[in-house]
């Protein structure tokens, strides 16, 4: 298996909503990691968790909360959020080099 | 700086030869990658280079690296309609779990 799946691939929601988004890998990488990407940009870093333990957390608002149940999970709680947080978020995975990046999930807040 | 600047896009026929442009300022760039994005979906990784080499090929993929002007460039020979995407270069400063810098992003379009 040499896949990121992220789960759902599209997400409208609510501004008072709280909802998660999934991602998996069985590459046995040790990284994972969210990115945010709005729309002709490039993606930007969120989070990144080595060896399940948070290691970076690029200034990201309260209202996303990364979680890494274990070595092949990855979720993004969502709560709160605005108009503005609308866009396609990826999770990727790494293990020394080149990044192994999601399908990611169209988020779209109302 | 992490400023990474791609020039905006690019427009071929089908058949030719395609070159994307990507400069950079951080000069502790160590593994510096292109990817790849078409419509919606997310990104595909397509070649990547150590900073100690100065070109790398892959079929159809050609990748040279001036460290000294900081400049990254990939080649596409025979460029066919499916390879119309967005590219991204990228770069991180160090094996192990670094975030990976991005470039602004070069949409290409081949025309058949």
């Known amino acids: 298996d040499t896949e990121v799946t992220q789960t759902p691939k599209h997400l409208v929601m609510g501004m008072t909503n709280k909802k998660s988004l999934k991602c998996e890998q069985h590459m046995g990488h040790r990284a994972m990691y969210w990115y945010k990407q709005k729309a002709k940009k490039p993606p930007e870093l969120m989070f990144v968790?080595?060896?399940?333990?948070?290691?970076i957390n690029e200034s990201v608002p309260s209202r996303f909360s990364p979680e890494c149940p274990n070595s092949s999970l990855l979720n993004l709680h969502l709560h709160a959020l605005q108009p503005e947080d609308s866009a396609l978020y990826l999770c990727a995975s790494s293990q020394d080099t080149g990044y192994t990046f999601g399908s990611g999930t169209r988020l779209t807040v109302v | 700086g992490e400023d990474v600047e791609q020039s905006l896009f690019l427009s071929v026929r089908e058949g030719d030869s395609s070159v994307i442009n990507c400069t950079y300022t951080d000069s502790s760039s160590t593994y510096l990658y292109w990817y790849k994005q078409e419509p919606g979906a997310g990104l595909q990784l397509l070649t990547y280079i150590f900073s100690n080499m100065d070109m790398k090929q892959d079929q159809r993929l050609t990748v040279l690296l001036n460290k000294k002007d900081k400049h990254l460039s990939l080649r596409i020979a025979d460029t066919q309609t499916g390879d119309s995407a967005i590219y991204f270069c990228a770069y991180q400063r160090d094996t192990g779990f670094q975030k990976l810098v991005f470039g602004t992003g070069t949409r290409l379009l081949v025309s058949p």
């Open positions: 968790y080595s060896y399940e333990k948070l290691s």
